[in-house]
Structures are given as structure tokens and as C-alpha cells.
């Protein structure tokens, strides 16, 4: 069965560092990865999808994630994190037997000045 | 282009009472699926409709159900409500049933007093 996970609940950087936030799937078939975010009181915003083509994905708002099978890892990043960054990050991956979208618990990013 | 709208936003109800939220996909989407927030964890999938068609329903009661109507817009009825319904209830709708590309509407606040 196809599922993800999220390494670190919360992670916390101050404005113009690196942004790092963890992603492992588990799956016994090609996966389809995705990275979401949520502001505050608000859906979800597709950030960028794997989908088997290309291993470095770039997204929208500077963030790109890099698809390694040998590590089985998804971690999303960005070089220099805004004050807008701050969010709720989910990584998902397709699985389940209708093929639906199976969610990570979440990593929240705080962005300090 | 409106993106996927939700009614309402937000909404409290007492326990054992019914609910039923709304939603509007975006325009040409025919694939609706409903997720459960709750609060500090990841979206769970609860069901998904294609072509006005039930294509997959995740691991929760028989108090819950939905549909689709033709103009593809979609209802979710929670019956008989539990404290541990409060969540935010998430749409998404795509262009078609698998979940690629699957596009977020703000949620249903529903507290469950």
C-alpha cells in the first residue's frame, strides 16, 4: 500500500535560508508524488506533481523537489525562504484502491525575520 | 476562472444532528472528491464521484454519503454527527477521474458541539 511520510512536524528557518522539509513514500509500484500547501483557514495549492517524467520538479513560488528511488525520498525545497513561505506543507502520494490521494501529516514551516 | 467554491464556510451543529455541504467544481471539471481535515492532521480521503458516478469511497461510517448532480456540482451528507466529525472539509474537483491534478476548494469549517 502506497503511503507517505513527513519527517519533522514543524521546521522553523529564518528569512533568506535554505528551505528543507522531508518526504518519504512508501510504494510498491511507480508513484505519482505531490507537494501541497495551505495557508491559514484556506485549501490546499497544488505546489508541484512528479508524475515519472523528469526527477527535479520545479514548482510555483521557487520551490522544486527531487524524485530519488534509491532513497525513496521526495524532500521539497527552496533556497531562500520568504516571510510568505509560512504555511502547512502536505506531501501526498496517488494510492489506495480507487486511486485516490493519500496525505502526509503535515509540516508546518515558520519563517523568522 | 473561479476555482472550486464551497458552501458553507463555515458552520456548527449540534451532535446528532445532519449536515450537508456543498461544492462547485471548476468549470469543465467532471471529478469531485471529498477529504477530512482534522485539525493537525492530513486530508483523508472520503469519497470520489466521476460522471455523477460514486469511483471510490474511503474508510469512514455510513453516516456518510454523497452525490453528484448533472451540472457535476456535489453534496456531502454526514448523518447522526459525532464530536470527532469537527474537521474542515475539503472538495477537489479534476478534469478527470484519476488524481493528478486535483484543485482545492477553501473548505467547510464544521464544529460539532
Known amino acids: 500500500a502506497q503511503s507517505v511520510t513527513q519527517l519533522g512536524s514543524h521546521v522553523s528557518v529564518s528569512e533568506g535560508a535554505l528551505v528543507l522539509l522531508r518526504c518519504n513514500y512508501s510504494?510498491?509500484?511507480?508513484?505519482?508524488l505531490f507537494w501541497y500547501v495551505q495557508y491559514p483557514n484556506q485549501g490546499l495549492q497544488l505546489l508541484l506533481k512528479y508524475t515519472s517524467a523528469a526527477t527535479l520538479v520545479k514548482g510555483i513560488n521557487g520551490f522544486e523537489a527531487e524524485f530519488k528511488k534509491s532513497e525513496t525520498s521526495f524532500h521539497l525545497t527552496k533556497p531562500s525562504a520568504h516571510m510568505s513561505d509560512a504555511a502547512e506543507y502536505f506531501c501526498a502520494v496517488i494510492g489506495g484502491s480507487q486511486g485516490n490521494l493519500i496525505f502526509g501529516k503535515g509540516t508546518k514551516l515558520s519563517v523568522k525575520p | 476562472d473561479a476555482g472550486v467554491t464551497q458552501s458553507p464556510t463555515h458552520l456548527i451543529k449540534t451532535r446528532g444532528q445532519h449536515v450537508t455541504l456543498r461544492c462547485s467544481p471548476i468549470?469543465?471539471?467532471?471529478?469531485v472528491s471529498w477529504y477530512q481535515q482534522v485539525l493537525g492532521q492530513g486530508p483523508q480521503f472520503i469519497f470520489q464521484?466521476?460522471?455523477?458516478?460514486?469511483?471510490g469511497r474511503g474508510n469512514f461510517p455510513d453516516r456518510f454519503s454523497a452525490r453528484q448532480f448533472p451540472n457535476y456540482s456535489s453534496e456531502l451528507n454526514v448523518n447522526a454527527l459525532l464530536l470527532g466529525d469537527s474537521a474542515l472539509y475539503l472538495c477537489?474537483?479534476?478534469?478527470?477521474?484519476?488524481?493528478?491534478?486535483?484543485?482545492f476548494g477553501p473548505g467547510t469549517r464544521l464544529t460539532v458541539t
Open positions: 468549470s469543465g471539471h467532471k471529478s
Open positions: 477537489a474537483s479534476s478534469l478527470r477521474e484519476a488524481a493528478y491534478e486535483q484543485y
Open positions: 464521484y466521476y460522471e455523477k458516478e460514486e469511483r
Open positions: 510504494s510498491s509500484v511507480p508513484p505519482y
